[in-house]
Structures are given as structure tokens and as C-alpha cells.
């Protein structure tokens, strides 16, 4: 409808009845989200390619099978989070071609992938903080960053960590996702010269309270190119990482 | 200059003048940031002209004073962030140059900056999120960003927001500052398509819980952009804005 | 009536078919409801066709189903909240022509109702909000107000909760529900002049602390007009909006 | 400038280079800001007579007595919130005829106010909990409330509250404050049937930490007409429960 | 018993059939509780006839049911608290005559009870409460006090506390068992004058936090005669309500 | 004397000189606590001679001294609690005999005491904790028990607890006030057969959270006989201590 | 051997088969850790026989028998904490000697076990602390330390702990572990004079909060010789205790 | 001493100058720390020339004085802890040879030191967290340590650390002192063999919540020799690694 709106004014100017001032003037004082959310509707589309998501917790297998279909259907890429066994069988069952990354709890649809632009290090301390870290980096390739992963660096074994230096220095963002203390981003804050998105994931056991106890010690981290996200948000720093390493898209 | 060191070590060695084991052990008796760290030095230099930061909380006037003339004597700009009044007046005594943002409680002396690369804007909800939001804002045009301020524009006059939308989406970057519920970077985070560094701010009564509310409510922003630093932390949110706006440093 | 059974006791003093000292005997067995609280007992009575609640969480389905029966023969609507299916079956049995709100989680009886007086609408931020907000609906329309809901308007898409600025302003009392930063009714309090009744729902993961992120962003809003409840008690903001909404009962 | 836009439409539409329906549909698809905020501004000049609140808390007496100044002199009633002495006198001094309420912390300049629309009963528990009170209660009165005060009326002396139920029961709304264990709302929303803002206040010691116990006390209240606002917010009680008791404003 | 065997030993010394030394050494290898604690032992045998207490929750039900048979042959009575159905089989299979509350989740033997000695009352603000107020009214029963039961006064239908008032005032001492806001105690205990324990029940939802807001409204309760227990310790309530309702033990 | 009035009234029907409907509006209009609470007003003249109290905190010296005289003048014995030097110095200008415990921070008058009855000891854990116990222990003097104080019996020096055990076991209550840890009730709750009252106070650093340690370390106190009372509560726990040693007043 | 490989391609140099600039690249390549933390690697060398650990929470039973038989095959002793029944079958069924500790949870296989060094005593509070308890022990005796295990000496019942002073205060050093209110470290630490590891568990209801309220109560112990480890962690209190009891290695 | 006293008891009877009734009576009746607690005294002689110590906080200057040189009278070593100006001045007034440290807030006295026994490293994060490491450094060495200090070698500057890992390598016992995120033991205990005693420091804002950050962040830490004490205890670190760098004291 509103299209037809555009398209009518359009048309007034064809047929000489308004002037192109006119017409400029008159779209901008188009109702704001008309115009006002058209320009993020126009952005939007600009981005065209860039994947949709769904978060899949507390929705019903055939509720995501058929989001993911639909949206599948427009031909852009899909990630799906925070998707079980049942979800996956389901959408599998409705787009073939879904792939479903168990660890991480993903399922995704890449569609006509842009070339990767910026480089992505996905960090983790220990092994039970992989799935967060897999769904950051899924997270990143998905979106159109190069990811390179780096598993079990916990601080407490600070050589593992330093043998990888050099791929920490290459990276434009990194992702660094910690449970128990959550020392790590500290750590790399100090090494690196780039942003660092801390991820705190409810790894441990009492008095890391659910993922608190990393959460507290990101927030407080020393060294000023941190920031964080909430507990176990693997999806949006690796979101995040990806808008960084991209670098601003100046016009 | 240290791999100079090291080959002049084996150049001994090559004319006999000493032993391998005299080299090894040499060799391992190097401080360790001579061998490993050598590189965090010298990419410490690579970016030479970027400020040095000092805390100035805790620290007596004349501390501050005597670590700020000593890093200003360096030829880099100097910043110092939670400084009073005392503070103040002991560093204008060693610096005259210096300058000192009241409001902001910082002090800052800029010596031959590098062009502005890249846009911040820095968003405060409520006047009295000001005093945060110019820490960041200070801290931002310090390190090389070109810097947008717009205050007072809190979620429950919406319009006030609206109205500076232009101004938003030209930004590489966004600080967002806010207290009392802290829903500010919700309501930007989806304006816009660059990354949000929202700051929590101390600014509230009763159950703000000095920052604690503003905290989790950006924690759990729904705009997957928005990452998050400590309460108050307007400093580091302008250093990780700068760095986002900058862009990858690609070689 | 209470005051009548006074009257009548008072004129067998008058009579003297009893004694001064047997009515102030009999005045002080009374119950003591039916001297002081026989006011709260006729106000109920004046008040008829009000619905009576039952909260079934913790009752077996037998119980609810006993009381809702028990009640529904006296002629009054009845609501029954926190249901599940074997509820939703036991009364169903009982009470054949009840109504199960499975997303709700209600049961509702609906018995010669008056006239819908007053306009309640009731907002949730997300999907996941809404069997909350359907419990506050379903309230609302049984307890006589004239509902309309409006779902998926958080915060981040701020052009959705704009397209629906007319409803709002409609409005006789809101209730919003939301959960992970709760940000929702410190917007919609700025753009309405009612009273609006916040619901933090338990709606989040990690940091939404299983809805207290939202209940303390609610508040600490900066609009005024908030009030908040319990979280996830979507019946009570339902019925509060519902008095506001029909306005003081002025003799 | 908009209203200049405004103009110019009808113009054209005066010079017949429009049609009436074409300018209203052009009207209705002004941006956001302009009609949308515009309705609102509109509905705020409707309410004219409306006083403009100013919290004090933080700002310096200079600021405060500038503020109010300015306000008072477009003829609306002013009322400040935490104000201390010097905020008092130095208003004073700029705005002779306010009025301080040294309890409440409360300055209040009242201009030709209208005629008191609705019944507001004001209680508190302990004589402590005073200051909150006296600012719901000048609040309400401000906003064209008429108030009634009924103070130390705790439940550990339940008599004391029981002998004013006559007052509680002529309310239209009921604004309840409490510190310590925050019972009071619990009771009192049991006597009436109007709704009741519940006031938490910092008033207690040890597990009371600040009001909390208060307020989680207030959320759990078992009576369902019953919300809460923030810690010792007066101000927001006073103003939710004027609301109430004016009723919906039906056009 | 054990002031013999001391006697005894020094009989013989006396006797010349040992030495000093080697009874000061017998005395210093007795067990510790053989002398300093002696008086303890002593003390529990006084007191026989008391019941003798399990804890079963994380006990198997074969464990259980060992000790409390093995209690029970030595003719004192037995409770034990926190059992389940298995628990109850198990124990009913070895003890035939036991009781099983299962409401109260308790299993009790009598044996040989004293006469009743003082009364207490058990008062519960819900029907919810119900399984602790029993474990109370159960253990003051079994350790020798007259109970009386109250159930179903929250504070939000005043008129059935009140009417219960004359049984209130009956007692020696009473255990108040609420949830949600915890309110009952602090009305209760200001219509009495014996000490009230007040237990929190983790009865409610969302901000009730298992029981903690009701801890803390109890704690804070502005009568001075109330104590408070653990969340859902109805046992530790229900034994120190009895220790008090006996009165004094004055030998 | 109030049935009295009520059996007045009603001779006056009978002789009539009056209405039945005078009567019941006459009845009607009494004063709440006049039917239903005359006789808590009777109960409380029975306990005549017990103090009355006056929490301090919070209130002008003036206030304090006004409120103490008037009591006093009642005959009653008076007890002031939370007063600093100001209090005291205002008091005693006032009522002359007063006597105030500066450690304790309290004022007390003693005016026709009863005989002492029941014996409350009152234990504390260090030296710190002296000004609770001695609120607590001058309390139970006021009130009528006999007190005996013991001082820095703290469990990590165990030798001096036990060394009072005889008068730990002469007691008919105890009231038991530690900070930090708190665990000095669990140890006494397991050397004694009375009640103990426990007292979390507020001293201790870091993660004693000014009481919450020693709270929750008693709330969990694993002997049956412990109950607690706030954070610093020495006169409430004095006052329950008293009550209980006294023993039930049994009609 | 990482010396002599160093050493080794010097000798290289010494004889001219390379160069000074071909030894330093190479030196440059080699991985960090074969530099800077051959030490470490080193060190653990000499270390060896210490037994390896894996925590099997999280990790399905397959990945545990890897890990284990893998680790068993290097003649290692080998440690499993936290296995449940299915890990330990299948690590039963990988390495056939292993032994399943049910009660501790662990699995522990004892490879040329050096001569016990040292003595830890283990003592919990509680029949319910004994699997955290038996977990430190069992950790204590694979790395080497003599254990005595003292169960049920909760301080509720000092007698029990005092009849055991003797084996205390042979100890070199102790593991505490205690759940409730965790006091029994506080009277512990008084009685020796060697370091106690003090061990919250999460044994307890309501407020003991999972292990919160011990943790707190241990972390204000009186005592100075108290430390602290994670909530339930028998595993860091049983290496810690018998890292302090084998005592300095001093070369 | 005691021994001989009930020797010397013994003889009497032996000598038939008393009865074996009497003797009983008298064993009784004698101090309880005078049978059971007369070995912590020996076993306190024996450690003599161990200090005593004094916590000043909450103490007069006066007070302070009077301990101190009462204690230093006795010819051992005395610590004063958490003194301020007026405590040392007052002290340095009564006992002139004390050292009083004003960084570390402690005051100290040395009398006939034994030799140093075993090597504390004494490491903090920051040089905010100075004043409580300079605490267990002066304790260690008062105590008998010999002491090596290294500061602000936070994880941000991994560098500073590693430079300084032979240090850490000698040491018997390490004490990690850090405040904000408390990472720095986490990667301490990693590149040590020996007990890690962790001190978090109230040094951060915002959420560092006063050593709360830090505190979780130790009690997390994924290395196994360390463990915690309480917030800004500086002294129980030095303490307790003193004990265990001295090693065990093996008869």
C-alpha cells in the first residue's frame, strides 16, 4: 500500500502535476516509520543477503520448521539457535538442505554467501564452553566473517594460549567465551590490540552461580577493549565480532 | 633491536668466542618479554601517538601529577579519567597545557593527533548521565574519533530520540549511556546496524541498585549489537567505540 | 441485612422479650465480621457478578475442579489461572461449558455479564510474553473491560509499537508485559497519559535472571504512569487495569 | 518550520492544486514526530493546568531555582521533588510564593488549579514512612486530587487502621507506604476494592537492606489490586493514584 | 554410670592397686565426652521419653526405616520429617503401628506419652502452607504440647484472622506460617502476647524467590515478639513453640 | 468498663429513652477497637507495669525526650533504644532519674518493677558484639527476667564457652548474638535444652555483608531450638527471651 | 631434553653448519612454550608419578574411558571426579583395575604409587557432607598423603568433635567440609594449629541457598588458619591439604 | 602444670588424706579447659614467640594501646591490624620501638625473631591492591617468613608477570592478591606447584561490587592449589602461608 503511495507520487511528477522538490519534500515528511523505517527497511534491504534469524527456545518444532521454510523461501541465508534434536529433525524434514551443527545447537541455511570480509577469533577456555564458542563462530561465518577457532586456552594453562599468539594478532575481533572465573578475556584484552566481545557461559559449578561469577569478572576486566554480553550469548557476539571486523560501511 | 641482540649473541658463538652452552643458558636467562613479548612492544610502538590513560581514583594529586607530566614528556597525549579537583589543580601545576573537563572529571592534553578516523556517537538518557557519557566522549575525540554528543534523550520521550535519528545512522559506532532501567541501547540497538557499546549508569534511587538494574537490562537488550561495559565505565566505551569506528587495522 | 438482624435483636430488647445483658452477650458472640466486616460482606454483595478466582497451581485437579463447580452454581463468573491440561479435563468434566485458554493457561466461566465498561489494552514485547498477556486479557474481558491486544512490539522494533500509537492512545489503563530488559513500558509510558500496569515476565536466559532483569528495569522507568506486579502475574495486572479502567464507583 | 509545511499544504490546497481529501491524507502521513507527538503535545496543552515536576536530587540549587522559574512563568503549577534547604532557598528566592514542605522534601507553586477531581486516601505505616507519604500526598494534591492523610497505622496495631476503614472505604484510589516487612498493602488491599499503589520505603535496618524486603513484600502481596513503584517514589504513587481517581477521560 | 567408673578407679588407687600416675593417665585417655560432657548425657537421660528425630530427605528408604526401628525398640517416640511415599512403605513394612502424615510428609510413632503440656497454636496464611503448618502442628503434638490448628487467614481477608482471635489468645506460644509476603506474623503478633515463631514457606511465585521474601518480611516484622526459622522448617518451629508453651523447667 | 458502656446503652433502649436504630447507629459508630480490640486494651491493662518502648533512630532529640516524658508521667517503666548522646543528653534534661547505657545505646527509667522472673542469659561471640548483647540484656532487666551476661565466648576459642557451661545450663532462654560467621548459636543451640534466640549482628568486613553471613549461618543453624531475629536486633531478641523465661501466664 | 635440542642446533652453528641468522629464525619458531615454558614441562617432568584428573561432569561416558585408558596407558595413577554410574561402566570396561568410589563419585586408579607423605585428616560436619568429604579424601590418598576420615562431628554436637581432638591435632593438615551454616571449620581452626581447607557443600534447605550461606559463614571464620574453596570442591581441598601436608620441596 | 596439679590430687588419696568421693567431685568440678583444654595451652607454650595479634578496627586508640603494650610486656611479638593515624600514634606513645607501617595500616613490634623458616611471594594485581598485600607480606615476615613482594603485575600486562617467574618458582607459598575480576591466581596457580592463597580486594567500582567480583572469581579458579579467604584479608593469607610455608611441624 504504502508503495503505491510512493508510486502515485511518482506518478503526479510524471504527469507534471507536482514538481521533484516537491516530491523530495513529500517523501520526507512521510509518516515516520513510513519513511523514517523506511530508510532502515531500505538499509535493510541494502544488506540483502544478510541472514535471518531464529531464536528456537520455546518454540515448537513446526513453528520453527516453518519460520525457517518461509524464510528459506525469500532465498536469504537462516540461522536458527538454541534448536534440540526434535527442531532439527523438523526443519530438516521441511528445507533438505539445512545444516545442523549439533554441538553448538544451530541449524543453518547459507544461501548465496557474500566473499568473507574480516577475520573473526572465537576463543574458549575449556571444552564445556564449545558449544557457546561453536555457536559464536557459526554465528560469524554465517554473517560473512572469516572465523578461526581456538579451544581450551584456559588461563590456568597460559602456554596453549601463547602458542596461539600470532593467529590472536591476526584477528580484526575476537570472541572469547569463559565460564568458572571468566579470567580469560582479561588475558587476551592485554595481548591484542583489537575489540574483544567476552562471553560468560554458565560453566562451573557453586559459586559460579550459573555463569555469574564470569559474568562479574568480564564486566571488570582490566583492560579496556572489552565488552560483554549476557551469559551463554554465543549468537550475539559472534553478531557483533562480525560488524566489527567488517569494519564501518562508509557511504 | 632484540633480534640484533640474539644474532650478535650467535655471531659469538660462530667465532668461537664463547660456547653453546654459554648461549643456551644466556638464552634462557633472557627476561621472558625479550623473546615472546618483544612483538607486544614493538606493535606498542607501531601505534605510537596513541594516549596513555591514567585512573586517577585512589591515587594522590601528586601521584597523578608526576605520572602525567612524565607520560606528557613522551610526546604522546596524556588522559586521566576520575580525577577531582585537587587533581586537577596539581596537574595544570606540571602541565600547564592540560585540560580539564570538569564535568567529565577528566583531564586531557592532546599532542600531535593523528586526522579523526572513523564516528562515534555518544547517546546519554538523562542529564545526569551526562558526566559518563562526556568521559566517553572525551575519550573518544582523544584517541581519534570524530565525535557526535546528543543528550537527554531517554526512551520515555520518544520523540526527543526520533528527532536525532539522521544523526544516528551516521555513526560507525554508538556509546550509549544510561541509569535508572536502562533501556536506552534496546531502543537504539534497533535503529541502528552498527555495534552499541552500552554503558550502565550509577544514576537512579531504590532498586536502580547503584547501576545494577541499568546492567541487566542492557545484559539482556534484545538488539543482538548491543555489548556491554561496567557500570560507569564511559572510558573504556569510548576506547572500544574508537577502535570499531577506526576499523580494522589491516595490513 | 446484617444491620436488619441488629435492629431485630435490639427491638426484642425494645420488647423486652430479652435483657440488656443477654443483646450485649450476644453482640459480643457475634461473629466478628458481622460487626465490623458485615460492611465488606454487603460491598461484596453490591458488587455481584464479579467473578471469583481460583489459583490452581499447587491444588490437584479434583480440588479445582470441586471449587470451580461449587462456584459456578452460585451464578458468578469463575477464572481459574495457572491450569494445566489435567485441570483444563477435571473441570471440563465438571463444568462442561467452561472455556480452556491452553496458552493462557485459563479457565473461565463467563455468567450473565454486565456491559464491557472501560478500555483495557494489553502490549507484550514478545512472543514468548504472550500467554502472560493473554492471562491479563482474558482477566480483563471477564472481569468487564473491553480488551484489545497488541503482541510482538519490544522494543527493538520500535516502528511496530509506533503502528499502533492510535490504539494505545485509546486506552482507558495498559497493561505491558515484557520480559528480558523489561524496556517496554518506559516507552509506552511516554507516549500515553493512562496509568500503564507492568508485567516483568519470566521470559529471558543467563542475565534475565528468570524475570527480575525485567522487574527491576519496570521499576526504575522513568515515565511516572508505571506501576508494576509480581512477575508473570498477568491476572493481577489484568485486574487492576480493569478497576482503573472502569473508573471510581462514586455513590 | 513544520507548522510552515503545514501552511503550505493548505495552500495548494487553497490555490486548488489539491483536493481536501488529498491534504488530510497528507496530513495523516506527516512524519511521526510531527502529528504523531504533535497529538501529544496536543493532549498535553489539553491538560493545560497540568503541573511540570522537576527532580532535584543532584542538581545544584541554581539549576533547581532556574528551572522553576521558567516553568512557573508560563503560568503551569511546579512542584520539585527531593529538594533540600538550599535547593529551598534558593527557589525561594526566585519563585517567592512556592511552597516548601520540608518533610515531604517537596517545593509546590500551585497556579489557578482546577477544582479537585477524585479521592486519593495517602496512608503510611510508621511515622518514619512519613516523608514518602507527605510527597505522594502534595503530589496528588497538586494534580487535582482531594487527599486524606492517615499516618502510623502499622499492622502490629491493627486497631489503629481498622478504626479509619470508613475513610479507606470512601477512597478511589489508595497509595500505601511501608517500610520495614512492607505488610501494610497486603491488609489494606484486603479492606477496599479500589486500587491500591503500594510504596515501598528504605525505612528499617538490617535484612530490611534498604527497602527491599519492602518491596519484595509488596510484589508478593496476596491482594490482586495491589502495584508497586520504586523505593521511597512518592512522587510516582501520588501521581498514579491522582490518575485513578480522576478516571478514564473519555472524549 | 560413669561417676562409678570414675569412684571405682579411684578405689583402687585408694586401694594401692595403682598409682597416681597411671590414673591420671586413665583420665586423660576416658573419652572427652566421658567428663566434660558427662553432664550432657545425663541431661538427655532426664529428659527421656522425648522422641528422637530423622531427617529422611537424602536418606534411602532402607535407611530410614533401620533407624527408626531401631529408635523405636528402645521405647522412646519417633518423627521423622521430610519422607516421601517410599520413605513411609519402608518405614510402615518395619514399624507396623507407625502414623503417616502425608500431607505433612511425616512419619510419627507415640510411645508412652506424657500428659499434654501447655498449647500451642499453628496458624497458616494459605491452604498452601498447609504441608508445614502440619509438620509443626505433628511435632508439637508428638513432644508433649495441646495443638490447635488455624488454617487459611492470610491477611488479605482480615475478618477470618479476627474471628479466630479468641483461639489466638489462648495460647502459650504459636508458630505463623506464610509464604509470598509473609505478612501473618507481623499482624499476629501484634494481637498477642506469647511469642510467635514465624516460619516462611517457599509458597509463591516470581519475586517470592523460594521463600525469601517471606524470610525477609518475617525478619523485619515490626513486633517485638517474633522469631523467625529457617524457609519450610515447620519441625524447628513446631519443637520450639513446645519448649516454650512448657514453660521453664525449674528444678 | 467498655461493656459497661455497651450494657449503658442498651438499658437506656430498654427504658426507652432511645431507638433500636439509634442503638445500632450508635454501635455502628464506635470506635473499631472499642468492640473488637476493648479487649487487647483489657489485656494490655492486665500486664500493666510492663515498659513501654521508644525506637530512637530516626527521631529529634526533642521528639525523643518529649515521647519519654509522657510515658514516663504514665508510671510505666521506660525504655529508649538506638540513642546517641544527643538523645541522651535531651532525656535526661527532661526526665531527670533516667539512666543511660551509652554502650548499649539505650535510656531506661525503672519505675515499680516487678520481682525479677525467669533467667535469660545473654552470650556474645566478641567484643564487638557487646552493644547488641547489652541491648539485649538490658531489655530482659527492664522487662523483668534475671540476666546474666557472658562476653566473647567465640566458637574459635572453644575453652571459654565451655568454662560457662554451668551457666549456660541454668538458663530458661538464651539469647545468643555473633557476627561474622555467626556460628556461635549453633554450638550453644547444641550444649543447652531451652530456646535460643539468635542475634546476627553487623560486625565483620568484606564478604560478612554487614550481618547476612551470621543471618544465614544461624538460619541455618543445624540444632532445633534456635530461632533469629534481625540483623542487630538486641531488643527484640531481649523482649522474646523475657517472654519465654518468664514462662506462659496461664489463667 | 628441550635443552639439548636447543644446545644441540648451537653445536650446529659452533661446527658452521648453519648460520647465526638461520639459529635465530629458527629460535624464533619454535613454539612459545618450548621457550619460555619448558620449564613448566620441565618441572612437570620432575613431578612425575603425580596422578592426572578429569572432571567427567559434562562429558558422556565414552569420552571419560578415553581420556582415562589413554592417561592409564602413560603409567600415571589417574583421577575421575564427578562420574556417574554410566562413566563408570564404561571406564570399568576401557581399564579393568580401576576403582569406583560410588558414595565420592570418582574414579581412581593407582599406578607405582610413591610412599605416603604427610597426614590429612577429612572431617564433615554431617552424614550428607560425606560424598564431598570421601571426594577430598580419596584425592588426598592418590596424591600421596596418609587420611584419616572423621565423619559426623557437626558443631550441633561438640562432644563428637572434641572426642577426636587427638587425631586433629595430628594432622598436618585438614579438610573441613560442612553444609547449613558451615561452622564447624570456625571451632575446627581454633582447636589446631595447622591450616584448615575449609569446604562449603550444598547440603542444606532453603535459605542455605546451595552451599551460599556456608561459603559465607567459612569465608568470616574467626580463625585465621581457614581457607576456602569452591562450594562442593572436595577435589581442590583434598590436592590443596595434601600439598601443605607433604610440605616444602625444597632443593 | 595442670598434670601435676591432679597428680598432687591423686597423692592425697593415695595418702589417704582425702576420698575417693571427694576426688571425683573435684575432677567435676575443675575448669573444663583445665582437663580437655589444657593441651591447646601447652601447645601453646610450645609455639612461643609466636605473635599475638590485635584487630583494631572498631577500637579506641586508647584501647589499642593498652592491649598492645601488655601483649609486648609478655617479650612477644605483637601485630596490630587495620590501625589508622590515631591508633599508631597512640600506641607508638605507650610502646616506642613499634614500626608502623601506613601503607598496610598495621603497626609492629619484633621481639627475638627466630630464623626465617620457608619463602612467601607476595603478588598483587594492581598498586591499589598494595595496602592489603603489604598486610600479608609484614604478617609473613613477622611470623617468620622470609618475604619476596611483587606488584601491579596484573593478567592485562601478562608481560610483567612472566618477567618475574623464577620468583614465583621459588616460592614455598604464594599469597595472589587482586581486586575487579580477580583473574591474576588463576593464572598464578597455573605456572606454580606450590598452595595459592587468594585474597580478593575491595579495589574496582561498579561490578566489582566491593571484592565481590573478585572473590567469585578466586573461588572459581580453575587451577587446583588455590583457595580463598575473605575480602581485603590480607592477613589470614600471610598467615596461613606462612603455616604451610614453614611446612609441617613433624615430631
Request: glycine share 8%; net charge negative.
Amino acid at each position: 500500500m504504502r508503495r503505491e503511495a510512493v508510486i502515485e507520487l511518482l506518478r503526479q511528477l510524471e504527469a507534471h502535476t507536482t514538481t521533484p522538490e516537491a516530491v523530495a519534500a513529500r517523501l520526507a515528511s512521510l509518516p515516520f516509520e513510513d519513511l523514517g523505517f523506511a530508510k532502515l527497511d531500505h538499509h535493510r534491504s541494502l544488506r540483502s543477503g544478510m541472514p535471518e534469524v531464529i531464536f528456537a527456545a520455546g518454540k515448537t518444532p513446526e513453528q520453527v520448521a516453518t519460520i525457517f521454510s518461509r524464510l528459506a523461501a525469500t532465498g536469504v541465508s537462516v540461522l536458527a539457535t538454541r534448536v534440540d534434536a526434535d527442531h532439527a529433525a523438523s526443519v530438516r524434514a521441511a528445507v533438505p538442505p539445512v545444516e545442523y551443527h549439533e554441538l553448538a545447537r544451530c541449524l543453518s541455511l547459507s544461501q548465496s554467501p557474500p566473499a568473507p570480509q574480516g577475520h573473526v577469533v572465537v576463543l574458549c577456555a575449556g571444552t564445556s564452553d564449545l558449544p557457546i564458542a561453536e555457536e559464536a563462530a557459526i554465528t560469524a561465518e554465517l554473517f560473512g566473517a572469516r572465523v578461526t577457532r581456538i579451544a581450551d586456552v584456559g588461563v590456568a594453562g597460559l602456554h596453549r594460549l601463547l602458542a596461539r599468539l600470532d593467529d590472536l594478532r591476526r584477528a580484526d575481533a575476537i570472541v572469547c567465551c569463559a565460564g568458572m572465573e571468566g579470567a580469560l578475556p582479561s588475558v587476551v584484552g592485554g595481548l591484542v590490540a583489537v575489540p574483544v566481545i567476552a562471553v560468560p557461559t554458565s560453566v562451573g559449578y557453586g559459586a559460579a552461580f550459573e555463569g555469574v561469577a564470569a559474568l562479574l569478572g568480564m564486566l571488570n576486566a582490566c583492560s579496556p577493549n572489552i565488552s560483554v554480553v549476557n551469559i551463554d550469548n554465543g549468537f550475539g557476539a559472534g553478531y557483533i565480532a562480525t560488524l566489527i571486523a567488517r569494519g564501518p560501511q562508509r557511504s
